[in-house]
């Protein structure tokens, strides 16, 4: 398994240029980092918590869904890395990673980013950074890129951190078919979410397409890092983290998603992932 960080800052506004220029301490702080691979002989996913120190030095903590013994199988990894990164003037970067897993095997990984969003305070904050990676995934032989977002310092994560509705669309990548959804989650910020979803699906000949739609309910845990997983009975695991939040009375509260389906479809053979959005209450 591998990971690399490259990051871009770009704009706040059009481009983040103001009255100085970027350098280490404008990545500080916890990022939430969606992986998705490009090309590779089988799809991957993954999330990430990184925290940067302002003064060239990372560590955090990585899980990506990766392919097991048979193409039917998904397997979660986890692993824990620290590294050195250094920010250029113009928000470009590069970074070293080691990662070591449970195994105790380690890897390094070349990284290289530029920060495409950056808000300006004292220094030029970095918001969201896109990342890839120099060496393609032993694992699935893709290349892999990543997005960071920045986490608010202040708060706590918590169930209360997805409260109220939030509408979200779904991707399949990987598969025999091609595969898309879209819905409404309604989260009660207590540990259950409900919802409906509405998927195109093949239909009864080669070329058909029909909309499905089923209601559901499921159980949900959030982590003290913004990362969690929702528990459905008889279904998949559903791994998700927390990519932009609010502070509201001390909690962390979820602005935006990613999720990753952690088995395979059993209709389409697609590995599922999705991206949810807070809507006003």
């Known amino acids: 398994m591998s990971i690399l960080v490259l990051f871009g800052l770009v704009e706040y506004g059009t481009i983040a240029h103001a009255n100085g220029v970027f350098n280490n301490e404008s990545i500080?702080?916890?990022?939430?980092?969606?992986?998705?691979?490009?090309?590779?002989?089988?799809p991957q996913a993954g999330i990430s918590v990184i925290n940067y120190d302002g003064k060239g030095k990372l560590s955090g903590t990585s899980i990506q869904?990766?392919?097991g013994a048979s193409i039917a199988e998904r397997i979660l990894t986890k692993a824990v890395f620290s590294g050195t990164y250094i920010v250029n003037p113009d928000g470009t970067g590069q970074?070293?990673?080691?990662?070591?897993?449970p195994n105790g095997t380690t890897t390094d990984h070349n990284l290289a980013f530029v920060i495409t969003k950056a808000k300006e305070d004292n220094i030029k904050q970095a918001e969201r950074i896109n990342l890839?990676?120099?060496?393609?995934?032993?694992?699935?032989?893709?290349?892999?890129?990543?997005?960071?977002?920045?986490?608010?310092?202040?708060?706590?994560?918590?169930?209360?951190s997805l409260k109220g509705q939030y509408a979200y669309t779904l991707s399949g990548y990987g598969g025999r078919v091609s595969q898309l959804g879209l819905g409404i989650m309604s989260y009660n910020g207590q540990g259950s979410f409900s919802g409906k979803a509405i998927v195109n699906l093949p239909g009864e000949t080669t070329g058909k397409r029909i909309f499905v739609t089923a209601p559901f309910v499921r159980p949900y845990n959030i982590n003290a890092d913004g990362t969690g997983i929702a528990t459905p009975p008889g279904e998949s695991d559903i791994l998700f983290i927390i990519t932009e939040a609010q502070v509201d009375n001390g909690i962390k509260v979820g602005q935006s998603a990613f999720f990753i389906v952690n088995q395979i479809n059993p209709i389409t053979?697609?590995?599922?992932?999705?991206?949810?959005?807070?809507?006003?209450?």
């Open 28 to 42: 500080r702080g916890n990022y939430a980092v969606v992986t998705l691979n490009v090309g590779g002989q089988y």
């Open 95 to 101: 970074s070293v990673i080691k990662m070591s897993l």
């Open 269 to 281: 053979g697609n590995l599922l992932t999705g991206e949810m959005t807070k809507l006003p209450n």
């Open 132 to 160: 890839i990676q120099e060496q393609l995934d032993e694992k699935t032989g893709g290349l892999l890129k990543l997005e960071a977002t920045k986490l608010p310092d202040d708060g706590t994560f918590t169930n209360a």
């Open 65 to 67: 869904n990766l392919p």
